[in-house]
């Protein structure tokens, strides 16, 4: 346990520093080509005589600012990924200029590449003329300059701060009527069963442990389904027979499990709102689905609970502060993976759906093995 503590913690205080755009996240690749493509499209406007000629150069410049810009993308991608995963062995700086040097570099490179065609070389003799390729490397350096520039300040603009204090709030009015709860149901087993008191206490002292953890800390999918299982192991004490809980695996190997990272406090809140409001308000068992699936490269977690439209308690009319624990937790995603995360709810049949979609980040192996 004290091991398993100590990497918790150094995880969860270890800064992501990585200020290199995620060149295979699909908002940045989006977001990168319309700026190069306006940007291009507005300059040929300002200096053709009509429309349709800039049209015409937008498609023959294309040929060049494409390939240019998918091949900076993807290696501004593996850049991101080594600064994320080694953030001391690359400084800001480092990092920065790397995204000055790489798009000039690459414009470089596809220029010298594609000259050896004669399609290429009537359609853009400006660029073998004198002076053209450096300037074309200019260009692209300064695209690549103002593109990192943006997502950093994009990055910090959309900082955790704001969802962090929405978190303090909710929890706030929640934890202490769980807490409450969790003590009163420990203290009846204190002089029936001394071990399970004792054991519910181990695991409300980790809950207590995570929720101090810093919002913008990562965790892995196993050690968030550990927490998820203790949790539910208090709340079994209380609820009894009524609570039921399905765990399902679909294409999800031990590997992806271990290894898949996700934010902390994912997957818990969705599992107490269904506890909370599938279960509290059932006189009979209820039951708790909880799906884990893997493919293509994306970890996509279903979590199902009863819903009586009838009871003024279901899921589907959720108060005001658990509206604000699923937004914040939609946020959170949308933070982290921007438009390749979803949070979705859906309400059919009398179970409400909770849908969580986003993509299979592996994390470090040395992490992985300090823990256990």
Not at 140 to 147: C, E, K, N, S, T
Not at 278 to 283: I, K
Not at 311 to 321: C, D, M, Q, R
């Amino acid at each position: 346990m004290p091991n398993d503590q100590t990497a918790d913690n150094a995880q969860a205080q270890q800064p992501n520093t990585a200020v290199i755009p995620d060149g295979c996240n699909l908002g940045v690749v989006f977001r990168a080509l319309i700026a190069v493509n306006l940007a291009v499209m507005a300059a040929l406007l300002l200096h053709s005589d009509s429309v349709t000629a800039a049209l015409n150069s937008f498609v023959e410049s294309a040929m060049l600012i494409e390939p240019a810009c998918f091949l900076s993308l993807s290696i501004l991608c593996g850049g991101h990924r080594l600064a994320s995963r080694f953030p001391l062995r690359f400084p800001l700086f480092v990092q920065r200029l790397s995204c000055w040097l790489v798009p000039a570099l690459v414009t470089i490179a596809v220029i010298r590449l594609l000259s050896g065609f004669d399609w290429f070389l009537s359609g853009f003799s400006h660029l073998s003329a004198a002076g053209g390729t450096p300037l074309a490397a200019c260009v692209a350096a300064l695209f690549g300059g103002a593109l990192q520039h943006y997502f950093e300040l994009r990055a910090k603009a959309f900082s955790p701060v704001l969802v962090e204090a929405r978190l303090q709030a909710l929890q706030a009015r929640i934890r202490p009527h769980f807490l409450f709860n969790s003590l009163n149901a420990v203290l009846s087993l204190i002089r029936t069963e001394p071990r399970r008191a004792e054991a519910a206490l181990e695991d409300l002292a980790d809950l207590i442990r995570v929720l101090m953890r810093d919002g913008r800390a990562m965790t892995t999918l196993e050690k968030e389904i550990r927490l998820c299982r203790q949790y539910l192991s208090i709340e079994k004490i209380r609820l009894g027979e009524r609570l039921k809980v399905q765990w399902e695996r679909a294409g999800i190997s031990d590997e992806v499990i271990f290894r898949a990272q996700i934010p902390t406090l994912l997957l818990q809140p969705l599992i107490e709102n269904a506890v909370h409001y599938g279960v509290e308000p059932s006189t009979e068992p209820a039951l708790i689905r909880i799906q884990l699936s893997h493919s293509l490269e994306r970890i996509e977690i279903i979590i199902t609970n009863p819903y009586n439209p009838y009871s003024g308690k279901g899921v589907a009319a959720l108060p005001e502060g658990n509206q604000m624990a699923l937004e914040n937790i939609r946020e959170r995603l949308s933070l982290l993976y921007d438009v390749e995360a979803q949070l979705t709810t859906t309400t059919k049949l009398g179970q409400f759906e909770v849908r969580a979609s986003f993509p299979y980040v592996k994390a470090a192996l040395v992490k992985q093995q300090s823990s256990r």
